[in-house]
């Protein structure tokens, strides 16, 4: 896709991610070619259909997350519980501030094409939570009888519906209280230490 190509393709994406956004989680063509001051053909040309259209903005939205859990944004020089722990909170921080999360937690959770791409999105997860599960307990800091691939299934099973219900709260705690509260579930299922939160505050 040469420059002018792509430039259109995330000019349209951003329109769409927009009006999800504006009119909780329904979009027409017409109403993004008029945001994105295009037209409807184009729409159709980079993305197929409406349904490709949403694959690709929540595509776009889990992108961040990957290089969260997949990516180096954690630093790799942290001891493995500051770092498994800074990961959380960079999760939970992406979640409460995109706008678009709570409609991927809610009124778009119900569509095929966001649930194929979660289902993408969980299976590179699980990949990489039962790696850093293993080397926890190489390194002694996580009970070695768990099975990893068990363990960071329930974990992250918790985790997730733990935010969604969070950010779809109309009272919902803060950044820090769910970050302590998710932690604690955490490192009582490894049977971790504590590790205090200013080293990664």
Not at 156 to 163: C, E, P, S, T, V
Request: proline share 4%; aromatic share 6%; net charge negative.
């Amino acid at each position: 896709m040469n420059d002018k190509k792509m430039e259109t393709y995330l000019r349209l994406l951003a329109a769409a991610e927009q009006e999800l956004i504006a009119n909780n989680g329904y979009l027409e063509i017409s109403a993004i070619a008029q945001r994105a001051n295009s037209s409807a053909g184009l729409i159709y040309y980079h993305f197929g259909s409406k349904t490709g259209l949403i694959a690709a903005v929540v595509d776009q939205f889990y992108e961040p997350l990957r290089k969260i859990a997949l990516g180096d944004s954690i630093p790799v020089e942290l001891e493995w519980q500051e770092r498994e722990k800074a990961r959380t909170k960079a999760i939970i921080d992406y979640f409460y501030h995109h706008p678009l999360a709570p409609l991927i937690a809610g009124r778009l959770a119900r569509e095929p094409e966001v649930l194929d791409i979660e289902r993408a999105h969980v299976a590179a997860l699980l990949e990489q939570g039962t790696r850093n599960i293993a080397q926890g307990q190489k390194l002694g800091h996580i009970c070695s009888t768990l099975d990893p691939q068990i363990t960071i299934a329930m974990l992250m099973g918790g985790l997730r519906l733990a935010i969604d219900q969070a950010i779809l709260a109309q009272e919902k705690l803060s950044n820090a209280e769910l970050l302590e509260q998710l932690w604690q579930l955490i490192s009582n299922t490894l049977k971790l230490q504590p590790i205090p939160i200013t080293q990664i505050a």
